[in-house]
């Protein structure tokens, strides 16, 4: 029987002694960071901050290696949403394409992205070939990898890429 009450003491001793937490301070996720303002407070010197250069010289020269100067044969696609997209570069060929297709591109509202252009003079003068157009100076490598591409001067619309401008 003496066993039986000192197992059942042993038993009932953890519940017996369990306590309630009393909670001193919730500060409710608030920063601890003015209790320690005064301890070691050591003037921060005040660091100027370096603007990085957003200029469009900053990402020249553009180089594209998936595209190159060339013939590409049309096709149809699918592109919701695109709008017209063109992409050229600073070498003979696009120059002559943009010269040929400038006016119409213009009417199609289209955006021109310069994938390999080396400077900035040479960006100024596709620039001047097309000055009611926009030109920026941009990779194409995922363009290319997505729809495909090798060659440009090309037209990109929702329905069809193609060297090919024409108003519909």
Do not use: C
């Not at 500060?27 to 003015?34: F, H, M, N, W």
């Amino acid at each position: 029987m003496k066993k039986l009450m000192l197992a059942g003491a042993i038993v009932a001793l953890p519940f017996l002694s369990h306590a309630e937490l009393n909670v001193i301070a919730d500060l409710g996720g608030k920063s601890a960071a003015p209790f320690y303002e005064g301890i070691n407070a050591e003037p921060q010197p005040q660091q100027q901050s370096i603007q990085p250069d957003y200029s469009e010289g900053s990402v020249l020269p553009v180089a594209t290696p998936e595209l190159t100067p060339g013939i590409i044969e049309p096709r149809v696609l699918k592109l919701p949403g695109i709008g017209a997209l063109f992409l050229v570069g600073d070498d003979a060929q696009s120059q002559e394409w943009l010269s040929r297709n400038a006016e119409l591109l213009s009417r199609l509202g289209a955006v021109g992205m310069v994938v390999n252009v080396s400077s900035s003079a040479s960006l100024q003068q596709l620039r001047q070939i097309a000055p009611a157009l926009q030109l920026a100076p941009v990779s194409g490598s995922d363009l290319a990898r997505r729809l495909k591409l090798e060659h440009y001067p090309v037209l990109i619309t929702e329905h069809s890429l193609s060297q090919q401008v024409s108003v519909q």
